[in-house]
C-alpha cells in the first residue's frame, strides 16, 4: 500500500514538472514568403498576429510601443525579404512583443535590431481656423477615406493627422501636425485637391490651395537600426 501511495506521489511530481516545463503559449515563426506571392497584409488583435508578404520592419514597426519612421533611414542590415510572420502569446504594440521578435531575428538572421532616434528634414503640417471655416466639414455618415479623382486627390472625412500621414507617406518624409493653431483633431473634412499621382512633389502647392500650411522643419524620430554579427 505504501509503495502505491509512493509510486503515485513520484508520478504526481513528474508531471508537475513537466507542466512548469511547457511552454507558456507563446511562439514566433518567421518563413520567407513566396516569390510570386501577390497579396500580402496583416491581422492582430489581443495576443495574436498574423502577416503575410511583409518585412521585418513592418512588423518591427506594428509590434513597438511607440512610433518608428520607416524611411530612408531604415538600416539595409535588416533583411528586405518579405516574410510570411506569426507570433502568438505577445500583446500587439508592447515592450514584450518587440523584445522577443528583436531576439527571434538575432537568432535567424544574426542581425542585432536596436531603435535609435535621429534628425531629419520633414514638415510640420497646420490647418488655421481662417482656412478650416472655409472647407466642407464631414457629415456624421461619411467614412474616413482617400484616393485618387479626376484632378487628383479626394479626401472624405480627413482630420488634419490623415492628411499628415498621408503627406507622410507620398513624400518619403515625416510630418508633425499642428492641431492647436487651427483645426483640431476632432474636425473631420471632405475635399480635392489638384496633384499628380505619379508626381508627389506637387502636393505641398496642392495642399496650400486648399488652405493648408506646410512648413520645412527638423524632426527627431525613431528609426530602426541593425548591425549584422561578424
Known amino acids: 500500500m505504501h509503495r502505491n501511495i509512493a509510486a503515485i506521489v513520484v508520478v504526481l511530481l513528474g508531471a508537475l514538472v513537466a507542466f512548469a516545463q511547457a511552454p507558456a503559449g507563446k511562439s514566433i515563426t518567421i518563413e520567407p514568403a513566396a516569390i510570386d506571392a501577390n497579396s500580402s497584409g496583416a491581422s492582430y ?20 510601443p511607440g512610433e518608428i519612421w520607416l524611411g530612408a533611414a531604415d538600416s539595409d542590415a535588416i533583411p528586405k525579404s518579405k516574410f510570411n510572420i506569426k507570433m502568438e502569446g505577445y500583446d500587439v ?50 467614412n474616413q477615406s482617400y484616393g485618387t479623382s479626376g484632378k487628383g486627390w479626394q479626401f472624405t472625412a480627413a482630420n488634419i493627422h490623415d492628411v499628415g500621414k498621408f503627406l507622410s507617406h507620398e513624400l518619403k518624409k515625416p510630418v508633425t501636425v499642428d492641431d492647436k493653431a487651427g483645426a483640431g483633431a476632432t474636425d473631420r473634412f471632405n475635399f480635392e485637391i489638384t496633384a499628380s499621382v505619379f508626381h508627389p512633389e506637387e502636393l505641398p502647392k496642392a495642399l496650400a490651395a486648399v488652405g493648408f500650411e506646410l512648413k ?15
Open 45 to 64: 488583435g489581443g495576443t495574436q498576429y498574423s502577416g503575410e508578404n511583409q518585412t521585418l520592419s513592418d512588423v518591427l514597426t506594428t509590434m513597438y
Open 93 to 142: 504594440k508592447s515592450q514584450a512583443a518587440f523584445d522577443a521578435l528583436v531576439e527571434q531575428i538575432k537568432k535567424q538572421f544574426g542581425v542585432t535590431v536596436t531603435v535609435e532616434q535621429r534628425e531629419q528634414d520633414g514638415y510640420t503640417l497646420a490647418l488655421p481656423k481662417e482656412a478650416a471655416a472655409k472647407m466642407v466639414k464631414s457629415g456624421p455618415d461619411d
Open 216 to 230: 520645412p522643419t527638423k524632426i527627431k524620430v525613431n528609426v530602426l537600426e541593425g548591425t549584422k554579427a561578424k
